[in-house]
């Protein structure tokens, strides 16, 4: 006799969708009717991302025959956050940003469909190295520099930044190798790998991406390993690098020179903290409304300074409910990981929330000078398109793992015996000599 996993009660998650929209409906309503005109393109751009989403909890309910949603609920009220902010700059920030989601969604299913099967999984993973190589490469004779940096290429009608898309494929290549290591073959081909990875990255001079990918790579290594020792020996090889290219290369210590010194800096390396401690503090519990902060009018504050953004504008609470999202990604995947009767599984889908975590904690942090600024952005809620890719990429993880969970043992009633057991009648072996 086989025992019925519970499931969740539909009306939970009908409950959480017609609240999650109640929400996305008022903040919306703060954006359209700002102006003296109302835009019909931004009812028509709300209208389309909250079809999209009962549709997709509808069909999926359907399909699955699974109330299951909670992941992916949580990816559509932070990707709604950020369709509200970049409405609130302008309506061709809001379209991008919603063609963004609909491509992140899609590359959402098409990854869950490949990671059905570990087999299909494991046959992507040289692919997904050498065109993540190459990609890399490319992107350094390519990418022009923005802001210091080499991380862009502009193919006209859009710019894409390669890395963010190479942290999908860091996460395959990485799960697949250290699946099985049945020779040190596997581990030091990805230890190479990773190694050459955050070489391009730091000639890019993107340090922040860099600092994720060996973050993750870290962990990846002692979930297989579980060695804390050979971890700190790594991480120690790494700061010794570190000190070596900030020997040969000042230009990097000077970057964060300002870091926990911001106010010395205000006017100039410390604008944006500065700016961003200020004003987030002004919001409140309850914000001073959407489109109505200052920190609106400091350079990258749709994307760099976005969580900033939201304490202003939003209120301290609805920042709360951000960082409790992102606590909630990490929950489901930790329990997905524990279910998961896969070690490929397990790997990538705390991998990929970790990835997503430290990413926070780079950008919050960052912008609030509790760790050094790195111009990273805000998972699912930043506006750019590279990134938001990026995040539903590696939700993809995260979900696949909760899919492919090891059931517990059947329990038949009729086994379950009540009472003493009988005692042991079989004539106890005698000691010495033998049996």
């Not at 490949?114 to 890399?136: D, T």
């Not at 964060?256 to 106010?263: E, G, Q």
Request: aromatic share 14%; with cysteine.
């Amino acid at each position: 006799m086989k025992t019925k996993a519970k499931s969740q009660p539909k009306f939970k998650q009908i409950t959480v969708m017609f609240l999650m929209t109640l929400f996305q409906m008022l903040s919306a309503s703060c954006v359209i009717f700002r102006e003296k005109e109302i835009s019909l393109n931004l009812i028509y751009i709300f209208l389309g991302y909250i079809a999209v989403e009962w549709v997709y909890m509808t069909i999926g309910t359907t399909v699955t025959g699974s109330d299951y949603f909670e992941l992916e609920a949580i990816a559509f009220f932070l990707s709604g956050i950020g369709l509200t902010v970049c409405a609130s700059f302008s309506e061709s920030y809001a379209i991008k940003q919603l063609a963004a989601i609909g491509i992140g969604l899609v590359i959402y299913l098409i990854m869950l469909a490949l990671l059905e099967n570990y087999n299909i999984a494991c046959a992507l993973r040289y692919p997904a190295a050498i065109c993540s190589l190459g990609v890399l490469a490319l992107n350094l004779v390519l990418a022009k520099a923005v802001n210091g940096t080499f991380n862009w290429i502009d193919l006209g009608f859009f710019s894409i930044q390669p890395s963010e898309l190479v942290k999908i494929a860091f996460i395959l290549v990485g799960s697949v190798s250290l699946e099985k290591l049945i020779s040190s073959v596997s581990l030091t081909k990805y230890i190479v790998f990773s190694m050459a990875c955050v070489g391009f990255l730091f000639l890019i001079k993107d340090f922040g991406t860099a600092l994720i990918f060996f973050f993750t790579f870290v962990l990846i290594a002692f979930m297989r390993s579980g060695d804390i020792r050979t971890i700190i020996i790594i991480c120690a090889a790494a700061l010794m690098g570190a000190v070596l290219i900030i020997y040969f290369k000042p230009y990097v210590a000077n970057r964060f020179a300002a870091y926990r010194h911001v106010w010395d800096f205000m006017d100039t390396t410390g604008y944006q903290q500065t700016r961003v401690l200020i004003y987030s503090a002004c919001g409140g519990f309850f914000g001073l409304g959407i489109g109505e902060g200052f920190l609106r009018n400091v350079y990258a504050a749709s994307t760099d300074l976005v969580f900033g953004l939201i304490c202003e504008e939003w209120g301290l609470i609805i920042g709360i409910a951000v960082l409790l999202s992102f606590a909630g990604i990490a929950f489901f995947a930790i329990r997905a990981a524990r279910a998961s009767g896969s070690t490929f599984y397990m790997i990538a889908a705390v991998a990929a929330a970790g990835m997503l975590l430290f990413q926070l904690s780079l950008n919050v942090f960052g912008i609030t000078d509790l760790l050094p600024l790195t111009g990273v952005t805000l998972p699912f809620v930043s506006r750019g398109g590279s990134s938001m890719l990026c995040s539903w990429g590696l939700l993809a993880y995260i979900r696949a793992a909760g899919a492919h969970f090891t059931p517990p043992p059947a329990v038949d009633p009729k086994s379950i015996k009540v009472g003493k057991s009988k005692k042991n009648t079989a004539a106890p072996k005698k000691r010495g000599g033998a049996a």
